[in-house]
């Protein structure tokens, strides 16, 4: 599986960005999908999982209630909606599939490239 992600950018503190994970390969579907991410000097961090068929989904204490994450399997992608973002928000965000629905980045087996995001204060 080879995950693109894109969407990141500039925003400023209180707005809204759509990050959106392409993948490959027509196995999508029966992967587990995370979003991960990392800020300048600190380890990556879980944000938000989904399972195979979006009946599941977890986040991280600190985005509960503002980040959404969705997929599309007809469209092989997945998708973290942020809304009233933080400054604290600002890191890489990475994509990643596994074969089991995780919350760890050793549970998971295929990574995306990053995309980055900024929330100004």
């Known amino acids: 599986v080879q995950l693109q992600a894109s969407g990141g950018g500039l925003v400023q503190a209180g707005g809204s960005l759509r990050l959106s994970c392409a993948a490959s390969?027509?196995?999508?579907?029966?992967?587990?999908m995370g979003w991960f991410r990392q800020a300048p000097g600190k380890e990556r961090e879980f944000v938000a999982a989904?399972?195979?068929?979006?009946?599941?989904?977890y986040y991280a204490d600190s985005v509960k209630g503002r980040f959404t994450i969705s997929r599309d399997n007809a469209k092989n992608t997945v998708y973290l909606q942020m809304n009233s973002l933080k400054p604290e928000d600002t890191a890489v965000y990475y994509c990643?599939?596994?074969?089991?629905?995780?919350?760890?980045?050793?549970?998971?087996?295929?990574w995306g490239q990053g995309t980055e995001v900024t929330v100004s204060s």
């Open positions: 990643a599939a596994g074969k089991m629905l995780g919350l760890k980045v050793y549970e998971y087996d295929y």
């Open positions: 390969g027509r196995t999508f579907s029966s992967y587990a």
């Open positions: 989904i399972s195979w068929s979006g009946g599941s989904t």
